[in-house]
C-alpha cells in the first residue's frame, strides 16, 4: 500500500508541525479536491508525467511543503515512481523539503546586491529573528533565505516575501516589513499586487491556478525602464542586422571529424582576415609542431 493511502489523517491536518511526524495520506475530501486539480494540470501537457512540477506546487499549497503523502499523491497520480518525485522536488529549491513558514523572506546577497547592503540585511533579520539560511521562526511565520539573485539588480539591494518585490532595502527596513508580517499585518510590496499572500497561496499560484491580481500594481518600474526612456528621448537605436551579412560562412572541402575524433581549433577554414594573419600561422605552426614531438 502506498504512502498516500495508508492512513488518513484528522480532517484538518496540514502536513506537520516541526518536530512532529508527517501525515501518512490525505483525508478523502482533500484527496478529492487535489485530484481534480491534478487533473486540470494534467490536461494542459502532451504528457502526464510533464505536469510534475505545477503538482509539486499544489501539494505545497496543501501541506506547506513536498511532505512525503504529497510525493506519494504525485506517484500515484502520474504513474511514476516515488524515486523519480523525490529526485525533482530536491533539485530546485523552491519546493520545500520539510515545513515552511507562513512568509518565506529572502534575502539577495548576491555581488550588487551585497555591495549596496545585502550582506548588512542579511545579517541584522538573522540576528533579529534569531533563525540562519531556511530556518523557521517557532511561531511558524517566518523562513528566512538567502538568494543568490532576485532579478531586480536595478533596485537593489532587494529583499523578497513569497516572491513579491520589496526594492531598495536597508536593515531597518526589512526588520519593519518582517515585524508587520508577524504581527498579521497587510503588507504590500514595493511592485506587484497590493498585498503579499501567503506560501500556500502562492504555491497555489505556481501550479497554474491564478488568483485574479496579476494585474496589480506595478510591474517594471523606472529604474527598469529609464534605459529606455533616455534611448527614446536621445533617439538612440541599435544597428541594422543583415542576416545574410552576418550568416557564418559554409565549410567546404575539408572533412568534419567524427564523434570522438581529435580537432585542433587551429584547423579550422579561414573566414576572416584575422585568420589568415601572420600571427594565426605561427600559432597554427606552434600546434602543428606540438601535435609532432
Known amino acids: 500500500m502506498s504512502v498516500e493511502h495508508a492512513g488518513a489523517p484528522a480532517p484538518h491536518d496540514h502536513g506537520r ?26 490536461a494542459r501537457y502532451p504528457q502526464a508525467r510533464s505536469a510534475l512540477l505545477p503538482m509539486l506546487h499544489l501539494v505545497q499549497s496543501q501541506d506547506g511543503y513536498v511532505s512525503p503523502r504529497g510525493i506519494a499523491f504525485c506517484a500515484a497520480t502520474l504513474g511514476i515512481s516515488t524515486a523519480e518525485v523525490s529526485a525533482v522536488a530536491t533539485f530546485y ?15 539577495c546577497t548576491n555581488t550588487l546586491c551585497a555591495v549596496m547592503g545585502g550582506d ?8 533579529h529573528l534569531g533563525i540562519g539560511h531556511d530556518e523557521t521562526t517557532d511561531d511558524g511565520a517566518i523562513t528566512l533565505e538567502r538568494i543568490e539573485c532576485n532579478a ?5 539591494p532587494v529583499v523578497m516575501v513569497n516572491w513579491e ?36 497561496e502562492m504555491s497555489r499560484v505556481l501550479a497554474g491556478f491564478p488568483d485574479g491580481r496579476v494585474d496589480e500594481g506595478v510591474g517594471a518600474g523606472e529604474a527598469t525602464v529609464r534605459g529606455t526612456r533616455l534611448a527614446r528621448e536621445r533617439g538612440w537605436t541599435a544597428p541594422s542586422f543583415d542576416a545574410d551579412e552576418h550568416a557564418a560562412t559554409p565549410v567546404t572541402g575539408q572533412d568534419e571529424p567524427g564523434a570522438g575524433e581529435e580537432r585542433s581549433s587551429a ?27
Do not use: M
Request: proline share 6%; charged share 30%; net charge negative.
Open 120 to 127: 548588512a540585511i542579511w545579517e541584522e533579520l538573522s540576528e
Open 17 to 42: 508541525t516541526p518536530g512532529g511526524r508527517h501525515a501518512t495520506g490525505y483525508d478523502d475530501d482533500t484527496r478529492a479536491r487535489l485530484t481534480a486539480d491534478a487533473q486540470e494540470i494534467i
Open 93 to 107: 529549491t523552491q519546493y520545500k523539503r520539510h515545513p515552511n513558514g507562513t512568509y518565506t523572506v529572502g534575502v
Open 152 to 156: 531586480a539588480c536595478d533596485y537593489a
Open 165 to 200: 518585490f520589496f526594492d531598495n532595502q536597508t536593515p531597518a527596513s526589512a526588520v519593519d516589513v518582517v515585524d508587520r508580517l508577524v504581527g498579521g499585518e497587510a503588507v504590500a510590496p514595493t511592485r506587484g499586487a497590493s498585498s503579499v499572500c501567503t506560501f500556500k
Open 267 to 293: 584547423d579550422r577554414p579561414t573566414t576572416t582576415p584575422a585568420d589568415a594573419s601572420p600571427a594565426r600561422e605561427q600559432r597554427k605552426q606552434k600546434s602543428d609542431d606540438a601535435k609532432e614531438s
